[in-house]
C-alpha cells in the first residue's frame, strides 16, 4: 500500500537538456542524477544560467529532456500534471479574481459542490494566515501576502511535489523571513517534496534537508551537502557547522573557485 509517507519521489536519471540556439544547440542541463525522497526539502543553488529553471520546468513537465529520464513515483513525467505544483518569484494570480478566487480558480478542474469548493479554498488561506483578506485582490495585498495566495493555491490541488523557483526572491528580508516560518509550517503539514531554486545560501541551509550545489553553466550538480539540523536553524548556535558550510558553499559559487575545482 502507498502511504503518505511514499508518494511523492522524484528520480531523474542521466537526463541532459539542449535547446536550439542560433549556432547549433545550447546544453542548458549536463547530465544530472538525482533522486528526491519523498517528503524531503531539497535546495538547488547555482550561478545564473546553470539551468536550475531549465530542471524544474522539466520535473514540471514543461520541458522534455533530451536525453534521460525522469519519473514521480515510478511513472515517467510525460506533461504538466497536479501532482507537480510551482510556485514562480512573481506570483502568477489573476488580478481579477480575489485571493479566494484565486484558490478556487486551481480547484475548479476537481468540479466540487460550490460550497466544498470555497471551503476548501477558505481552508487553505486560513492555513496561510490570509483568512481576513480572502476577498481582496492582488493589488491590494503585498509581495508577502500574494506569495503566501500562490502558497495556498498550490497547497489547495493536493501535489506531490512542489517546486519553487527563488519564491522570495522579490520580498524585502524581514517578509522573508516569515514566509520561512509559513513556509515549513505548509510544508510539514503536507509533507509534499519540494525542490526549492534560491541564490540566497543562508536561505537554503535554514530551510532545505538537502543542500544541492551546481557548477557554472553548462550545470551539473557538483556537491551535495545533508542537513540534519533542527528547525528553525541558527547560523550563530554552537556545533551547528551550517557558517562553514556556507562558507564552502560561497567559495564554490565564486567563479574562479568553481572552475579550478573542475
Ligand atoms: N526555452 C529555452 N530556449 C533556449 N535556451 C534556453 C531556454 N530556457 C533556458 N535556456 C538557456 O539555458 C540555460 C540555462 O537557463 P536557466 O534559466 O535554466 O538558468 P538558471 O540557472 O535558472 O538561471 P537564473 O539563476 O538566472 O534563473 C541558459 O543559457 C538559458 O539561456
Ligand atoms: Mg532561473
Not at 480575489?98 to 492555513?127: C, H, M, W, Y
Not at 493589488?139 to 519564491?167: C, W
Not at 551537502?225 to 564552502?248: H, K, M, T, V
Request: hydrophobic content about 45%; glycine content about 8%.
Amino acid at each position: 500500500m502507498v502511504t503518505s509517507n511514499d508518494v511523492g519521489r522524484v528520480e531523474i536519471e542521466d537526463v541532459v537538456i539542449r535547446f536550439a540556439a542560433k549556432k547549433g544547440e545550447v546544453t542548458a542541463l549536463a547530465r544530472t542524477n538525482l533522486t528526491l525522497e519523498p517528503g524531503t526539502f531539497t535546495a538547488l543553488i547555482g550561478p545564473s544560467g546553470c539551468g536550475k529553471s531549465t530542471l524544474m520546468n522539466a520535473i514540471a513537465g514543461f520541458v522534455a529532456p533530451s536525453e534521460g529520464r525522469l519519473t514521480l513515483d515510478g511513472c515517467a513525467i510525460a506533461g504538466p500534471s497536479n501532482d507537480v505544483g510551482v510556485i514562480f518569484q512573481q506570483y502568477a494570480l489573476f488580478p481579477w479574481f480575489t485571493a479566494l478566487g484565486n484558490v478556487r480558480f486551481g480547484l475548479k478542474q476537481f468540479k466540487l459542490p460550490r460550497s466544498e469548493e470555497i471551503d476548501r479554498a477558505r481552508a487553505a488561506l486560513d492555513e496561510v494566515g490570509l483568512g481576513p483578506h480572502a476577498d481582496k485582490f492582488p493589488q491590494q495585498l503585498s509581495g508577502g501576502m500574494k506569495q503566501r495566495v500562490a502558497i495556498a493555491r498550490t497547497f489547495a490541488v493536493g501535489p506531490k511535489v512542489l517546486l519553487m523557483d527563488e519564491p522570495f526572491g522579490a520580498l524585502d528580508a524581514q517578509t522573508r523571513i516569515s514566509m520561512h516560518g509559513l513556509l515549513l509550517d505548509v510544508w510539514q503539514k503536507h509533507r509534499a517534496t519540494v525542490l526549492f531554486v534560491t541564490h540566497d545560501v543562508d536561505e537554503a541551509l535554514l530551510l532545505a534537508d538537502d543542500v544541492r550545489v551546481m557548477s557554472q553553466a553548462p550545470g551539473r550538480l557538483i556537491r551535495h551537502y545533508p542537513l540534519r539540523q533542527e528547525r528553525p536553524r541558527a547560523f550563530n548556535r554552537s556545533g551547528s557547522q551550517l557558517l562553514d558550510i556556507r562558507e564552502e558553499i560561497l567559495g564554490l559559487l565564486r567563479p574562479q573557485d568553481t572552475l579550478s575545482a573542475f
